[in-house]
Every structure is written in structure tokens, then in C-alpha cells.
């Protein structure tokens, strides 16, 4: 590993850019391939029947619902608001409450979640 002294100032500014976007990244994500995994059975088990096999809002109970369940690959609400739902539900709506579950497993619900978010979709900027 050099010293910092020994690399230039586009060397360092790129460094910091790179270590700027991992931690976004982890922000964003809080990603951990043990919690989504965790994450993703507990929505197979779940949250399926009403958000769709994939997170599309497409399950077979979708239907009967007014408002429709979240399409979370076009929708990404954040951590915080994923972890309050679980907890509370969304009143007036299908949306129920979970509240047998652990802190831990809210999280690893969020992290799921909000990885199947494909932006790139929605917004193809790069033809
Ligand atoms: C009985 C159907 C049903 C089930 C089961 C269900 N949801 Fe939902 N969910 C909904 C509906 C309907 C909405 C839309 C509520 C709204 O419009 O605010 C929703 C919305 C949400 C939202 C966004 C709420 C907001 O306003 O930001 C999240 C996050 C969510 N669901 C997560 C889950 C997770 C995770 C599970 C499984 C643990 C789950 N849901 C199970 C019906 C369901």
C-alpha cells in the first residue's frame, strides 16, 4: 500500500469518489448478502401473496386491493419507512402490520426490498 504522499492529486480524488460511492452504496442498501438472502425468504413466506413473486405488486391476492401493494422494482420507499410499515401496517389499506418480527428481520426485509429496485428501467439513459 503506498503512502498517500506518494500518489497525485487526481489519484487521491479518485480514491475518495470510489470510497464515497461504496458507502453510499452501503447506505442506501445496508447491503449484506446474509440479510438479504434472510430477507428474501421472509418474503417468499410473507409478502408474495399481495407484492408478486418477483416484488412487482402483481401477487394473485393484488387485485382484490385499493390501493395496489407497492411494486417495489419501480418503487423504493427507504429503510426507516420499511422498518415503520412492518411495524405499524399502513392503515386504510391491505398493507398489514408484522408484528411478531424481529428488528433483525425487518432489516433484512428492507435490505430485499429495496434491492429489487431497478432504476435503470424506469430511467434508461444509456442506450
Ligand atoms: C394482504 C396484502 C399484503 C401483504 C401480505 C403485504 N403487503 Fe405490503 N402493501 C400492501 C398494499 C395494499 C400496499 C399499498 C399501501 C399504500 O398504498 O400505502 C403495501 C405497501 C407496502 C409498502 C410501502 C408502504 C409505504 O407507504 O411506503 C411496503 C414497504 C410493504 N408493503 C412491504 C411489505 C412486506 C415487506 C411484506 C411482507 C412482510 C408485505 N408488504 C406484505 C399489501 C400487502
Not at 475518495?16 to 452504496?25: E, G, N, S, V
Not at 399481495?50 to 416484488?55: D, E, I, L, Q
Amino acid at each position: 500500500m503506498p503512502a498517500w504522499r506518494d500518489l497525485s492529486p487526481q489519484q487521491v480524488a479518485d480514491i475518495y469518489a470510489w470510497l464515497t460511492t461504496l458507502r453510499t452504496k452501503a447506505d442506501n442498501k445496508a447491503l449484506s448478502t446474509a440479510s438479504i438472502a434472510q430477507g428474501a425468504e421472509l418474503f417468499a413466506n410473507n409478502c408474495t401473496s399481495c407484492h408478486g413473486v418477483n416484488g412487482d405488486g402483481q401477487g394473485p391476492a393484488a387485485a382484490l386491493y385499493k390501493p395496489a401493494p407497492f411494486d417495489f422494482l419501480h418503487q423504493q420507499p427507504d429503510a426507516q419507512e420499511i422498518d415503520r410499515v412492518l411495524r405499524q401496517g399502513v392503515p386504510g389499506t391491505a398493507m398489514p402490520p408484522f408484528p411478531t418480527m424481529s428488528a433483525a428481520q425487518r432489516a433484512a426485509l428492507a435490505s430485499y426490498v429495496r434491492s429489487l429496485h431497478q432504476p435503470e428501467k424506469a430511467a434508461n439513459t444509456h442506450p
